[in-house]
Every structure is written in structure tokens, then in C-alpha cells.
């Protein structure tokens, strides 16, 4: 591929990652976001429009990629901007894709079909092990446990015929082993193999937070090899992306 190829290329395809806000309804204790920023405002959604106007015009694909912050927080923009990116579809070209990165604890059903029918139909959701650690590290912000709010959620989305999938992305560090091969267990007994939900791990690592001094990160891959072929034996649906 020559510089003209590459060229062309970025011309007729691209990703775009937005923050509707940066607010949280979450404060895990490893965050080092300050929450400065509310809602986008008018003018910028406004900018954004005009901006996907011109591009969508010369464009194959886009995908657009939800970040935060928490964005189901600014839900409103979130459906307003992917309605506007539809409504300018024109002969089935761009292919639109969608991607939320979200905690999931405000993602019910209601909201995920309508995200669905605007092509946001794959959300990446974290899980800090099963319930006994992962309600220690990642609390709302009245400083409550998060874990069983969001597992009815995604065992709803699994259960339901809403088109979507969900990449469920656990954190691993050197004291939550035994907390996420609980997680693994119950994930194969409430919910089984998913072609819906590709579970993966990573590593937690310090962010500049003042809990970093008490987080045992992983340095050893021993403890992912470990984790992974316990996956595996449980026959879940693991993979990487």
C-alpha cells in the first residue's frame, strides 16, 4: 500500500471518539479524572454536526466511539447526535458503527434498544471481580456498591433480542484472583456461553490516584495465564480486542 493508497483510505473511513460529558456517576477509588467538565455544550454539538455533514458526504465507513466521563449521563446528546448521523445516510453509505465504553449502570433496557436501533449496538462494561471486591473499588458517587445493578443489567441484554454484544472487560491485579474466578463461575451458571457477551482481562494498573499505593497490580503474566485457562475450561466466551 503506497502513500496515495494509505491516503485514500483515511479519506473514506474513520473513527471518531466523543465525550458527551465528563462526568461520572462513579468514583472508583483507582480514578484519576477530576470531573471538570459538565454536558457538551450547544455550540459544540452544533460544531460536531456541521463537521460530520462535510465528512459523511466522501465517507465508507464511521464509527463512532462513546466515551466519558459516563456518557449514558449525557443520554440526550448521545441520541441526538446519532439521530442527526442517520438522518444524513445516504444510499446505505457511510456504514455507521457504534461503540460505547460504559459502566453500565445506567445501561436498562430501554435505553440499549434504542441505542441498538441507532447502530450503538456494542458496549465495552467493567467488573472489578465478583461482588466482594468489585463494590469495594468501584462505588457510585454516594459511595455504594455498583456490582449488582450492573449484572442484572447485562444478564437482561444477554436474555433479550436486542442485537448487541457486550465485552465485559475484567480487571485483574494480584489480590482479586479468587474474586474473579467467582465472577467466572457465576457468569457460567447465570448466564453460560454468549455469542452476545466476549469477556477479557486487564491489567489494573496505578493512574495517579491516592489509592495507588494500595493497589497490588499484576507483574507476573502467570496470573493471566492462570486466569485465562480457568476461562477457557469453563467453557465462556473469551477473546481479545
Request: charged share 25%; aromatic share 12%; with cysteine.
Amino acid at each position: 500500500m503506497d502513500k496515495k493508497d494509505i491516503m485514500h483510505f483515511f479519506n473514506k473511513n474513520i473513527t471518531l471518539v466523543i465525550l458527551p460529558t465528563e462526568q461520572c456517576n462513579f468514583r472508583c477509588v483507582y480514578c484519576f479524572e477530576k470531573f471538570k467538565n459538565n454536558k457538551m455544550n450547544r455550540e459544540v454539538v452544533n460544531s460536531l454536526k456541521i463537521f460530520l455533514e462535510k465528512r459523511m458526504k466522501d465517507l465508507d465507513n464511521l464509527k463512532i466511539i462513546w466515551f466519558g466521563g459516563e456518557p449514558l449521563l449525557a443520554y440526550d446528546i448521545v441520541i441526538e447526535i446519532m439521530e442527526f448521523i442517520k438522518s444524513k445516510i445516504s444510499k446505505g453509505k457511510p456504514k455507521l458503527e457504534g461503540f460505547m465504553v460504559t459502566n453500565g449502570y445506567l445501561l436498562d433496557l430501554k435505553k440499549a434498544e434504542k441505542l441498538a436501533e441507532l447502530n450503538v449496538n456494542e458496549f465495552q462494561i467493567t467488573l472489578d471481580g465478583n461482588e466482594d471486591i468489585h463494590d469495594i473499588r468501584r462505588i457510585n458517587i454516594g459511595k455504594r456498591g455498583t456490582f449488582k445493578i450492573i449484572w442484572n443489567n447485562v444478564k437482561s441484554l444477554i436474555n433479550s433480542n436486542i442485537p448487541l454484544k457486550i465485552y465485559l472487560r475484567i480487571h485483574l491485579s494480584s489480590d482479586n484472583i479468587n474474586s474473579v474466578k467467582s465472577l467466572l463461575n457465576r457468569i457460567k451458571n447465570e448466564i453460560g456461553f454468549s455469542n452476545k457477551l466476549i469477556i477479557s482481562f486487564a491489567r489494573l494498573g496505578k493512574y495517579g490516584s491516592d489509592y495507588d499505593k494500595y493497589l497490588n497490580t499484576v507483574n507476573d503474566s502467570s496470573y493471566f495465564k492462570e486466569i485465562i485457562n480457568y476461562a477457557k475450561a469453563l467453557n465462556l466466551n473469551f477473546g481479545y480486542w
